[in-house]
């Protein structure tokens, strides 16, 4: 079992912030990304799917989103705001891909948006993702590259979890993103920059 306990804190406290973004950073240049990918065949899963505002626009162009995150705050949040006028091709649940069990496949896509670098163990989190996949489904994913160069921002980040304000960060290069996906056996179709964070938009296909 992965130990979520001072991240899912983390993450609780973000989303009882008052005016906190329904759609976190970059989610409007994440979506139109990913936005040709986005078929009516395909089924997804969203891993780390925050407040939902992604989550909720990717269900207008595919045939169903579940979408998961391991903090409940998150997820509360997620729920109250499809009550109005819900959309039904969506469920929002409390957990990780490690709580979903083998059989649980439904989906020919995953997607991650702004949750890699947050992940302690990268590598077996990105095994875990490949064989949740059937071969050719797609992974897309939004991350910064927090390693490729120096700046105020990257400085902040170190500072606030040196002193465990927020969670550790991966810091890595997107070269280092793209060798971890093709060990977990994806074949990369697209990478792009998306903010000059820098954040990366990746497009990939489990071999
Ligand atoms: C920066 S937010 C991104 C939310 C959303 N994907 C977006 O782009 O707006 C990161 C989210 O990842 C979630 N998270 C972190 N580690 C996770 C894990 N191992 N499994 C599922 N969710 C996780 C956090 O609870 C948080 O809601």
């Not at 702004?114 to 050719?136: A, K, Q």
């Amino acid at each position: 079992m992965e130990n979520f306990e001072s991240q899912v804190a983390f993450w609780d406290r973000v989303s009882s912030l008052a005016g906190e973004k329904k759609r976190g950073f970059s989610a409007r240049e994440v979506l139109a990304a990913a936005e040709p990918f986005l078929l009516p065949s395909k089924k997804v899963l969203d891993v780390g799917c925050g407040q939902g505002g992604i989550s909720k626009a990717m269900a207008r162009h595919v045939h169903s989103v579940r979408a998961i995150d391991i903090s409940s705050g998150m997820i509360a949040v997620a729920k109250s705001d499809n009550e109005g006028a819900p959309i039904s091709n969506i469920s929002f649940e409390v957990g990780s891909v490690f709580s979903l069990s083998d059989n649980e496949n439904d989906w020919n896509m995953i997607t991650s948006f702004n949750v890699l670098p947050y992940i302690i163990n990268l590598e077996r989190m990105l095994c875990r993702l490949s064989n949740m996949l059937p071969p050719g489904g797609l992974f897309l994913i939004s991350s910064a590259c927090l390693g490729e160069r120096m700046s105020l921002l990257r400085m902040l980040v170190v500072t606030l979890s040196k002193l465990e304000i927020m969670p550790k960060l991966h810091q890595f290069k997107s070269r280092n993103l793209v060798n971890l996906l093709n060990d977990a056996g994806f074949e990369i179709l697209e990478i792009k920059k998306i903010s000059r964070l820098p954040e990366y938009f990746i497009a990939c296909k489990k071999r």
